[in-house]
């Protein structure tokens, strides 16, 4: 696989700064549009009492900005900038959560990126976005418990929730991350000069 950065290096050149901006601002649209995508899906599980299912379907979605950059980038830190950069963007383009938007993408990225500092950041495949995926769907979790009340729920909900949060975690942060950064190998963004 042709990448940006040499993963033995301890320095990023300014592909990866460039790089990391261009994940930033694609992923952080998309965040940007789930947020009303959020808003109808927990209209709709709503009446069933199912409300606090339409968060950890699309949790994956709000945490693809790390392992792409991590992936992409492989370098210690991307994952947590990404993901903080694209809550910036998503902040910047008006999402509905404001400023608050920047504390989640910090706990995302802190919780993304430690799936690869576990595996100190020498597999960027997929024993490392499942790892990601795992550290991700357990720390948002215990924040969720608290930031979300998820810890008022009886325990058969909160199984439900993290088993859901981490399948959307393994679909939007591994299967559609990797699919994207096979889009971006072909079209040769990634060749060294």
């Known amino acids: 696989m042709q990448t940006v950065s040499d993963s033995k290096r301890r320095h ?18 998309i965040f940007w549009v789930l947020g009303p995508v959020y808003n109808v899906l927990a209209a709709a599980l709503t009446p069933m009492g199912l409300a606090p299912f339409a968060n950890d379907l699309l949790l994956g979605g709000w945490m693809m900005a790390a392992p792409l950059a991590s992936i992409l980038i492989r370098q210690a830190g991307a994952g947590l ?14 999402g509905q959560w404001g400023v608050a938007t920047l504390l989640s993408g910090l706990v995302q990225g802190i919780a993304s990126e430690a799936g690869f500092a576990i595996l100190a950041y020498k597999d960027w495949h997929w024993r490392g976005i499942f790892s990601s995926a795992v550290t991700g769907a357990v720390i948002t979790f215990i924040w969720s418990l608290f930031r979300d009340g998820y ?23 591994g299967v559609l991350v990797v699919a994207i950064q096979k ?9 060294r000069d």
């Open 12 to 29: 990023w050149a300014l592909r990866d700064v460039l790089l990391l901006a261009f994940v930033a601002v694609f992923i952080g649209f």
């Open 81 to 94: 900038l990404g993901e903080l950069f694209a809550a910036a963007v998503e902040m910047l383009l008006g």
């Open 151 to 173: 810890a008022s729920y009886h325990i058969g909900l909160l199984v439900a929730l993290f088993l859901t949060r981490f399948v959307s975690l393994l679909f939007f942060g």
């Open 183 to 191: 889009l971006i190998e072909k079209a040769g963004v990634l060749r």
